[in-house]
């Protein structure tokens, strides 16, 4: 028959043949729960009792196997930004949430309200295909990253902490560190991100503190700079994020910040923008750390412009800074910078945002 089994070949150049089969094998295939008997080399099994595939060779069935290359499960191909303060001049806070495609560059477009959106500074942490995102005292909400539409309630944090936290996720459990509340807060609360529900304490962070930049990994949380009762540090935390610990420390930023941003893919996280000072001088360094190393961070490039109170996100490729303010006031910006993770150099730019915008946060999930 031909190659299809439907019928007789036609060949239609003629064939002509000759000599012995002597050098040819024919590779036998078999599915059944036991090993075939007299194999031959390149004969190949399916071991359907235990869902497996081997290839005879040398004397011994050998199991083929492939293992998919990992992926940053804390991130996705879309992009969201959400809420802040808005316009330029104002304090005012937005509800409103932006989401693009990561990879493209391009301008956001309107993916629905906030529920919570009265303090700045939020947190977010994502799954895939979901971003659940803290931007209220007490109040925690959530979106389906696939179906645009408004945020619905998620559940409350263990304490109130009316702005300045940061996120950090591994795909399965989100983060929320520090903060101020009263004080100073030191406080890592834990959710399950495909659970709503009330988060449990997770941890301390090694000081209590607010402006955090945050972002997840494979393993850890990382936490870099802050700002607390002396000023702007430049310390960066890490911990574990599967169990409930304590954090400890990672090294430290080139300098001291506060009101920047991180994001990550499976082997770097990067820090952009971000201010020492509550009067003035944005920043528009960007510099990383190798996630899985301790130690100080290094310099990555620059930012389009100097920024603070900016947010970042990532494809696990690509990262994004939005939003920001250009002088530590009310000089907010739209601008949405983009990076390629695991090459330095300078931002590009991205697109822009619906509406000038600072102090929200950001994440990013799947489409579809």
Known sequence: TDSAGTGAPNFTYGLNSGGSDSGLLGFAYTASDTEPSSPANGDVWFDTANDKYYTYINGEFKQLTHINAPTAEWTGARGFHMGGRQGVGSTASSNKIDYFVIATTGNSADFGDLIYYDIYLGAANSNKTRVVEYNNPSGIQYITCATTGNALDFGDLTVNR???????????????????????????????????????????????????????????????????????????????????????????????????????????????????????????????????????????????????????????????????????????????????????????DHGDLQEYRDSGSASSGNAS
């Open 162 to 348: 009316d702005s300045g936290v940061a996120g950090g996720s591994n795909g399965t459990i989100g983060l929320i560190a520090g903060g101020f509340g009263g004080g100073y807060s030191n406080i890592i609360d834990r959710l399950t991100i495909a659970t709503t529900g009330n988060t449990t304490d997770h941890g301390d962070l090694t000081v209590g503190a607010f402006n955090i930049a945050g972002t997840g990994g494979e393993t850890n949380a990382i936490f870099g700079g802050r700002q607390d009762g002396s000023g702007a540090r430049n310390t960066i935390d890490y911990v574990g994020i599967a169990t409930a610990a304590n954090a400890t420390d990672f090294g430290d930023l080139l300098a001291a910040n506060r009101g920047h941003a991180a994001l990550a893919d499976l082997t770097r996280t990067v820090f952009g923008g971000g201010s020492a000072s509550t009067s003035g001088g944005a920043f528009n360094v960007i510099q990383y750390v190798t996630s899985a190393t301790t130690g100080n961070a290094t310099d990555f490039g620059d930012l389009t412009a100097a920024k603070a109170w900016i947010s970042g996100a990532s494809d696990g490729t690509y990262g994004v800074f939005t939003g920001g303010n250009t002088d530590v006031g009310t000089t907010r910006t739209n601008a949405i910078d983009r990076i390629t993770i695991q090459t330095t150099g300078n931002a590009s």
